[in-house]
């Protein structure tokens, strides 16, 4: 069973996020033949202060 963790910062909306879960599981199944039902897609958000890029916390890059 492939488990795809993604972490990103939180903006997207419910419907994008279940375009994200779609099109990676699609990949998956077309990558290694993995049935869908067998792939598990999790996907976790981090408020934009909890998220750093380099030595600046994302909400302060305007992210």
Do not use: C, D, F
Request: glycine share 8%.
């Amino acid at each position: 069973m492939p488990i795809v963790k993604v972490e990103m910062i939180q903006g997207r909306t419910p419907e994008q996020i279940e375009k994200l879960i779609e099109s990676v599981a699609k990949a998956v199944n077309e990558s290694i033949g993995a049935p869908e039902e067998s792939i598990r897609v999790m996907v976790k958000e981090y408020p934009n202060t909890h998220w750093g890029i380099g030595t600046k916390q994302a909400y302060k890059l305007g992210r």
